[in-house]
Nanobody
């Protein structure tokens, strides 16, 4: 059974920083793309950033220059360093990964972690 477990959310003031982590565990053969999505109240869940197994990254325009996604393939873990946070970044952040495991290739989601930015 494959699981994604997130950590690192919380409440910070505008201009502050947070670092999110997401660790995949289970009978994993290979992880392809890993990413972070977010969902604000009343809005759909949208991609924030993703990273391939080779380290190629992709960001939405609103976080470029402020957020950095990285991964440790040996630990099956993806990180999201978030700097210069503003209230518009408030959302539940979800980890996502394309994982090839015993059951084949599937998309997995973490449970979500709340990020709240106060003005």
């Amino acid at each position: 059974q494959v699981q994604l477990v997130e950590s690192g959310g919380g409440l910070v003031q505008a201009g502050g920083s947070l670092r999110l982590s997401c660790a995949a565990s289970g009978s994993i053969f290979r992880i392809n793309v890993m990413g972070w999505y977010r969902q604000a109240p009343g809005k759909q869940r949208d991609l924030v950033a993703d990273i391939t197994s080779g380290g190629s990254t992709n960001y939405i325009d609103s976080v470029k220059g402020r957020f950095t996604i990285s991964r440790d393939n040996a630990k099956n873990t993806v990180y999201l360093q978030m700097n210069s946070l503003n209230p518009e970044d408030t959302a539940v952040y979800y980890c996502n990964a394309q994982i090839y495991a015993l059951v084949g290739m599937k998309i997995y989601w973490g449970q979500g972690t709340q990020v709240t930015i106060s003005s």
